[in-house]
């Protein structure tokens, strides 16, 4: 009786434990490079995982501030071992989660020192409530990016740079490649029970967006789900995810991938 009452309380336990969130999907990798502000490849039991960063979202790399970010990203974590917090895995097989370094929130830093949104669509959690004020507050100070004026989100960018740029002419890329972020990086208060550091809960999966833009008579070959190279470029002129990947893939000159994750369209189509 005494060895039933102990196995029960070793299983009752091991449960108790499991069911943390805060451990139940964190593991540990080395940043090998840096693809955005918001975008990491790690180094994580021999193979390199995807991690996009949760609940934030970064200029991207065409835009003013989009290499300042991820000189700021690359300053803070690249060649260094991290941990991944995972939320949830995507269709691309990305990893969508917090990630920490010596102890504290990357998403979170990126945010305090200026060169991320808190992408408020997907960011559900309790601390997200928080990034809301960080952000707010380097606004205020006119920190990283916001010390520009007029800085558009990258969803927004995007849209409007596929309907001012005709189909031969490429856009202007502000930003030359020796574009450095703040040297300067601060960092959020030290971690306390109840801050940003904890997770609580997977985030509800994003609803995923049915408007369709018009298109042309030339994008679809009749007959089947194959497309054909037609000049068209951005993501304001796709159908469809799938659509967009293979204009990706296979086609010149196209403006749709942002921050350089392989995954055109994240805003429009492929979510």
């Not at 196995?7 to 451990?23: E, F």
């Not at 927004?156 to 972020?181: C, H, L, V």
């Not at 109840?194 to 049915?210: C, D, F, H, I, L």
């Amino acid at each position: 009786m005494k060895h039933f009452f102990n196995a029960q309380s070793a299983a009752a336990l091991l449960i108790a434990v499991l069911s943390i969130p805060s451990l139940s999907f964190a593991w540990s990798g080395k940043v090998v490079s840096v693809s955005g502000g918001d975008t990491l490849k790690v180094l994580h039991d021999g193979r390199e995982e995807t991690i996009r960063l949760y609940g934030i979202d970064t200029p991207d790399n065409g835009q003013s501030a989009g290499l300042k970010a991820k000189d700021l990203t690359s300053s803070l974590v690249a060649g260094r071992n991290i941990e991944v917090e995972s939320k949830e895995v995507d269709r691309y097989g990305r990893t969508i989660g917090l990630v920490r370094v010596d102890g504290v929130v990357l998403n979170e830093m990126i945010v305090r020192n200026g060169y991320a949104w808190v992408f408020h669509q997907y960011c559900d959690e309790k601390f997200c409530s928080d990034w809301v004020k960080t952000e707010g507050e380097a606004r205020r100070q006119k920190k990283g990016m916001w010390s520009e004026d007029n800085i558009v989100p990258p969803w927004e960018w995007r849209e409007q740079d596929s309907g001012k740029m005709s189909e031969d002419k490429s856009p202007e890329i502000t930003p030359g490649p020796n574009a450095t972020a703040e040297t300067s990086v601060e960092l959020p208060p030290a971690a306390t029970e109840g801050n940003s550091s904890a997770v609580q809960s997977r985030p509800a999966a994003p609803e995923r967006k049915t408007t369709f833009h018009d298109v042309s008579r030339n994008e679809v070959l009749k007959g089947g789900s194959r497309f054909r190279c037609d000049g068209r470029t951005y993501c304001s002129q796709m159908t469809s995810c799938e659509e967009a990947t293979f204009f990706l893939k296979n086609c010149p000159g196209t403006k749709m991938d942002g921050n350089n994750d392989g995954v055109p369209c994240e805003r429009q189509w492929c979510r």
